[in-house]
Protein backbone atom coordinates (compact mmCIF):
# COMPACT_ATOMS: atom_id res chain seq x y z
CA UNK A 1 0.00 0.00 0.00
CA UNK A 2 2.53 2.13 0.65
CA UNK A 3 4.49 1.79 -2.24
CA UNK A 4 1.41 2.15 -4.39
CA UNK A 5 0.74 5.44 -2.44
CA UNK A 6 4.24 6.98 -3.47
CA UNK A 7 4.18 5.66 -6.66
CA UNK A 8 0.89 8.02 -7.49
CA UNK A 9 2.73 10.80 -5.02
CA UNK A 10 5.97 10.78 -7.67
CA UNK A 11 3.49 10.24 -10.68
CA UNK A 12 1.47 13.43 -9.72
CA UNK A 13 4.45 15.29 -9.13
CA UNK A 14 5.93 14.20 -12.32
CA UNK A 15 2.48 15.56 -14.10
CA UNK A 16 2.81 18.50 -12.24
CA UNK A 17 6.46 19.15 -13.38
CA UNK A 18 5.85 18.20 -16.99
CA UNK A 19 2.25 20.97 -17.16
CA UNK A 20 4.34 23.54 -15.19
CA UNK A 21 7.34 23.33 -17.70
CA UNK A 22 4.68 23.65 -20.88
CA UNK A 23 3.14 26.73 -19.37
CA UNK A 24 6.41 28.33 -19.25
CA UNK A 25 7.45 27.45 -22.00
CA UNK A 26 4.79 28.63 -23.78
CA UNK A 27 5.01 31.81 -21.69
CA UNK A 28 8.22 32.54 -22.84
CA UNK A 29 8.72 32.19 -26.33
CA UNK A 30 12.50 31.54 -27.80
CA UNK A 31 13.31 35.58 -28.62
CA UNK A 32 15.38 34.26 -31.73
CA UNK A 33 11.66 33.03 -32.94
CA UNK A 34 10.66 36.81 -32.69
CA UNK A 35 12.16 39.72 -35.14
CA UNK A 36 13.05 41.46 -31.70
CA UNK A 37 16.10 43.16 -31.83
CA UNK A 38 18.49 45.26 -33.91
CA UNK A 39 19.15 44.32 -37.30
CA UNK A 40 21.18 45.39 -39.93
CA UNK A 41 21.60 45.62 -44.07
CA UNK A 42 23.11 47.44 -47.00
CA UNK A 43 22.09 48.51 -50.60
CA UNK A 44 23.92 50.40 -53.13
CA UNK A 45 22.25 53.47 -54.94
CA UNK A 46 22.39 54.26 -58.65
CA UNK A 47 25.76 55.94 -58.43
CA UNK A 48 27.55 52.98 -56.96
CA UNK A 49 27.05 53.96 -52.80
CA UNK A 50 26.78 51.80 -49.85
CA UNK A 51 24.38 52.74 -47.46
CA UNK A 52 24.15 50.82 -43.98
CA UNK A 53 20.73 50.57 -42.87
CA UNK A 54 19.64 49.41 -39.39
CA UNK A 55 15.38 48.73 -37.99
CA UNK A 56 15.40 47.81 -34.58
CA UNK A 57 12.20 46.08 -33.47
CA UNK A 58 10.76 46.26 -30.08
CA UNK A 59 7.75 44.28 -28.54
CA UNK A 60 5.04 44.91 -25.75
CA UNK A 61 3.80 41.70 -25.34
CA UNK A 62 2.18 40.47 -28.91
CA UNK A 63 2.53 44.00 -30.22
CA UNK A 64 5.95 45.15 -32.52
CA UNK A 65 6.98 48.60 -32.88
CA UNK A 66 10.18 49.94 -33.53
CA UNK A 67 12.47 52.54 -36.44
CA UNK A 68 14.69 52.97 -39.17
CA UNK A 69 17.65 54.91 -38.62
CA UNK A 70 17.36 57.31 -41.33
CA UNK A 71 19.50 60.03 -43.02
CA UNK A 72 21.44 61.96 -40.18
CA UNK A 73 20.77 59.02 -37.78
CA UNK A 74 17.29 60.39 -37.86
CA UNK A 75 14.78 57.13 -36.47
CA UNK A 76 11.94 57.08 -38.63
CA UNK A 77 9.09 55.20 -37.25
CA UNK A 78 7.92 51.59 -38.95
CA UNK A 79 3.77 51.40 -39.94
CA UNK A 80 1.57 48.70 -39.59
CA UNK A 81 3.91 45.81 -38.72
CA UNK A 82 2.60 42.53 -39.18
CA UNK A 83 4.23 39.09 -37.88
CA UNK A 84 2.72 35.40 -38.55
CA UNK A 85 5.68 33.12 -37.88
CA UNK A 86 8.20 32.79 -40.08
CA UNK A 87 6.61 36.01 -42.29
CA UNK A 88 6.91 39.73 -41.17
CA UNK A 89 5.96 42.70 -42.80
CA UNK A 90 6.13 46.43 -41.99
CA UNK A 91 5.79 50.27 -44.15
CA UNK A 92 8.24 52.74 -43.49
CA UNK A 93 7.53 56.77 -44.85
CA UNK A 94 9.84 57.95 -47.09
CA UNK A 95 10.60 61.57 -48.85
CA UNK A 96 12.67 62.02 -51.65
CA UNK A 97 13.28 65.49 -53.45
CA UNK A 98 9.86 66.65 -51.46
CA UNK A 99 8.16 63.38 -52.80
CA UNK A 100 6.29 61.32 -50.04
CA UNK A 101 5.84 57.77 -50.71
CA UNK A 102 6.09 54.53 -48.75
CA UNK A 103 8.86 51.66 -48.66
CA UNK A 104 7.24 48.15 -47.92
CA UNK A 105 9.27 45.78 -46.62
CA UNK A 106 8.40 41.57 -46.38
CA UNK A 107 11.03 39.14 -45.23
CA UNK A 108 11.09 35.42 -43.63
CA UNK A 109 12.60 34.73 -40.41
CA UNK A 110 15.20 32.32 -39.88
CA UNK A 111 16.97 32.61 -36.07
CA UNK A 112 19.09 35.82 -37.05
CA UNK A 113 18.73 36.02 -41.03
CA UNK A 114 15.36 37.97 -42.27
CA UNK A 115 15.68 37.25 -46.44
CA UNK A 116 12.70 38.94 -48.70
CA UNK A 117 12.07 41.94 -50.66
CA UNK A 118 11.76 45.59 -50.83
CA UNK A 119 8.85 47.15 -53.10
CA UNK A 120 9.67 51.43 -53.49
CA UNK A 121 8.58 54.30 -55.59
CA UNK A 122 11.58 55.62 -57.91
CA UNK A 123 10.96 58.80 -60.33
CA UNK A 124 7.20 57.75 -59.92
CA UNK A 125 7.59 54.13 -60.86
CA UNK A 126 7.65 50.81 -58.67
CA UNK A 127 10.75 48.83 -57.89
CA UNK A 128 11.88 45.68 -55.79
CA UNK A 129 14.99 44.84 -54.50
CA UNK A 130 16.31 41.72 -52.25
CA UNK A 131 16.02 42.35 -48.78
CA UNK A 132 18.42 40.54 -46.71
CA UNK A 133 19.18 41.42 -42.81
CA UNK A 134 20.93 40.21 -39.97
CA UNK A 135 20.26 40.29 -36.40
CA UNK A 136 23.04 41.46 -33.84
CA UNK A 137 22.05 38.35 -31.16
CA UNK A 138 23.58 40.48 -28.37
CA UNK A 139 20.76 42.72 -28.97
CA UNK A 140 18.58 40.21 -27.76
CA UNK A 141 19.64 40.17 -24.13
CA UNK A 142 18.60 42.21 -21.59
CA UNK A 143 19.38 45.28 -20.11
CA UNK A 144 20.45 45.75 -16.79
CA UNK A 145 17.71 46.56 -14.21
CA UNK A 146 16.73 50.65 -13.47
CA UNK A 147 16.51 53.22 -15.54
CA UNK A 148 19.98 54.78 -16.29
CA UNK A 149 20.30 55.28 -20.10
CA UNK A 150 18.21 57.05 -23.09
CA UNK A 151 14.93 56.40 -23.55
CA UNK A 152 12.97 57.62 -26.88
CA UNK A 153 9.24 58.25 -27.06
CA UNK A 154 7.30 60.36 -29.30
CA UNK A 155 4.06 62.74 -29.08
CA UNK A 156 1.57 64.44 -31.53
CA UNK A 157 2.58 67.72 -31.95
CA UNK A 158 0.21 70.88 -33.24
CA UNK A 159 0.16 70.06 -36.79
CA UNK A 160 -0.24 65.94 -35.83
CA UNK A 161 3.38 64.99 -37.14
CA UNK A 162 5.31 62.59 -34.11
CA UNK A 163 7.39 64.67 -32.03
CA UNK A 164 10.52 62.95 -31.09
CA UNK A 165 12.13 63.78 -27.68
CA UNK A 166 14.34 62.05 -24.96
CA UNK A 167 14.97 61.54 -21.31
CA UNK A 168 18.14 60.49 -20.29
CA UNK A 169 19.35 59.25 -16.94
CA UNK A 170 22.05 59.08 -15.01
CA UNK A 171 23.50 58.46 -11.35
CA UNK A 172 26.05 61.32 -9.86
CA UNK A 173 27.12 60.90 -6.59
CA UNK A 174 24.37 58.58 -5.56
CA UNK A 175 21.60 60.45 -7.01
CA UNK A 176 19.42 59.77 -9.71
CA UNK A 177 19.39 62.69 -12.03
CA UNK A 178 17.00 63.19 -15.89
CA UNK A 179 17.31 65.28 -18.60
CA UNK A 180 14.58 66.21 -20.95
CA UNK A 181 15.47 66.66 -25.17
CA UNK A 182 13.24 68.00 -27.49
CA UNK A 183 15.32 69.01 -30.75
CA UNK A 184 18.68 70.47 -28.85
CA UNK A 185 17.52 71.91 -26.05
CA UNK A 186 18.10 69.75 -23.23
CA UNK A 187 16.75 70.85 -19.53
CA UNK A 188 17.00 68.97 -16.34
CA UNK A 189 13.56 67.16 -14.94
CA UNK A 190 12.70 68.29 -11.40
CA UNK A 191 10.77 66.67 -8.50
CA UNK A 192 12.19 63.10 -10.23
CA UNK A 193 11.21 60.00 -7.57
CA UNK A 194 11.31 56.04 -8.83
CA UNK A 195 10.88 53.80 -5.90
CA UNK A 196 10.08 49.77 -6.88
CA UNK A 197 9.60 50.48 -10.70
CA UNK A 198 7.05 53.69 -10.33
CA UNK A 199 9.00 56.65 -11.74
CA UNK A 200 7.49 60.55 -11.76
CA UNK A 201 8.70 64.02 -12.71
CA UNK A 202 8.18 67.40 -13.89
CA UNK A 203 9.52 69.32 -16.94
CA UNK A 204 9.16 73.08 -17.19
CA UNK A 205 10.11 74.50 -20.88
CA UNK A 206 9.00 78.18 -22.39
CA UNK A 207 7.86 77.85 -26.23
CA UNK A 208 7.69 80.72 -28.09
CA UNK A 209 7.50 82.83 -25.03
CA UNK A 210 4.55 80.62 -22.98
CA UNK A 211 5.68 78.54 -19.95
CA UNK A 212 4.20 75.59 -19.38
CA UNK A 213 4.77 71.99 -17.57
CA UNK A 214 4.72 68.80 -18.33
CA UNK A 215 3.95 66.16 -15.26
CA UNK A 216 5.25 62.33 -16.16
CA UNK A 217 3.95 59.49 -14.61
CA UNK A 218 4.93 55.52 -15.30
CA UNK A 219 6.23 52.57 -14.54
CA UNK A 220 9.04 50.78 -15.85
CA UNK A 221 9.21 47.52 -16.72
CA UNK A 222 12.04 46.44 -18.51
CA UNK A 223 12.96 48.31 -21.55
CA UNK A 224 9.79 50.21 -21.42
CA UNK A 225 8.08 52.64 -19.41
CA UNK A 226 3.98 53.17 -20.00
CA UNK A 227 2.51 55.99 -18.34
CA UNK A 228 0.77 59.00 -18.54
CA UNK A 229 2.00 63.03 -19.70
CA UNK A 230 -0.25 65.84 -18.21
CA UNK A 231 0.71 69.08 -19.94
CA UNK A 232 -1.16 72.53 -19.91
CA UNK A 233 0.50 73.45 -23.24
CA UNK A 234 -2.43 73.88 -24.75
CA UNK A 235 -3.78 76.27 -22.06
CA UNK A 236 -5.54 73.91 -20.31
CA UNK A 237 -4.01 70.56 -18.79
CA UNK A 238 -4.50 67.77 -21.05
CA UNK A 239 -3.47 64.30 -20.80
CA UNK A 240 -1.46 62.08 -23.22
CA UNK A 241 -0.11 58.33 -23.44
CA UNK A 242 3.47 57.67 -22.26
CA UNK A 243 5.22 55.09 -24.10
CA UNK A 244 9.21 55.40 -23.96
CA UNK A 245 11.85 52.70 -24.91
CA UNK A 246 15.21 52.23 -23.67
CA UNK A 247 17.75 53.18 -26.23
Do not use: C
Amino acid sequence: MKTDFRKRVWGTTLVALVLNTRIATAAEPDPSATPVGIWKWGWSTPAGQVVDMTLRVRADGTNYSGYILGRNNKQIPIQKFSFTPPNLAFEVPREVHGHKSMARYQGELKEHRLAGRMEFERDGEPRQREWNASRNPESLKPRQPGLRGLWRYQVKAGDGDALELTVRFRFENGKLLGYNRVFDDEVPVTDLESKEGEIKFNVAREWDGKKFTARYRGKAMGDLIKGTIESDFTGTMQTYDWVAWRD
